[in-house]
């Protein structure tokens, strides 16, 4: 598996993206970091690279259910006709301190995954199937 080289650690996360200066339709959240995002859009966009949008973010867990309003600068856009990928960059925003404290929660919870898959790794537990 390749393995990306980061700032900051991205977290795959279910979630909706409003962003009504780029389409009508929501996008779909694809991974979401402190200083970024990537959104899937289901139509073909056009977006001026040199704007920043308002990206209004609902994620599925966490308490940032009501959203969280965000700036957003696009990086990079990948479009193959029928689907646009985004890359945004967040700038400093009113709702980035609720951004971190999300990002916060996900980190303190993919930690207790790694404990509970540790737990088994050094167990040296195993599954026996019967035929």
């Known amino acids: 598996m390749k393995k ?18 780029i389409s009508v339709l929501p996008g ?12 899937h859009f289901t139509n073909p966009v056009d977006v001026d690279m040199e704007n920043d ?4 973010i ?7 259910g009501r959203g969280l309003n ?5 990086c990079w856009v990948k479009s193959d006709g029928s689907k646009t990928d985004i890359g945004f960059s967040f ?3 009113p709702d980035t301190p609720e951004l971190i404290n999300c990002i916060n929660c996900f980190k303190s919870d ?5 404990t509970i898959a540790g737990m088994f790794e050094s167990s040296g537990s195993g599954f026996v199937y019967a035929l």
């Open 4 to 21: 990306e080289h980061r700032k900051e650690e991205r977290f795959y996360e279910f979630g909706r993206v409003e962003a009504g200066q």
């Open 28 to 39: 779909v959240l694809d991974d979401i970091s402190e200083t970024g995002c990537k959104v």
């Open 53 to 56: 949008y308002t990206l209004l």
């Open 58 to 64: 609902r994620l599925a867990r966490g308490n940032c």
């Open 70 to 74: 965000l700036l957003g600068h696009p």
């Open 91 to 93: 700038l400093r925003s």
């Open 110 to 114: 993919s930690g207790s995954d790694e």
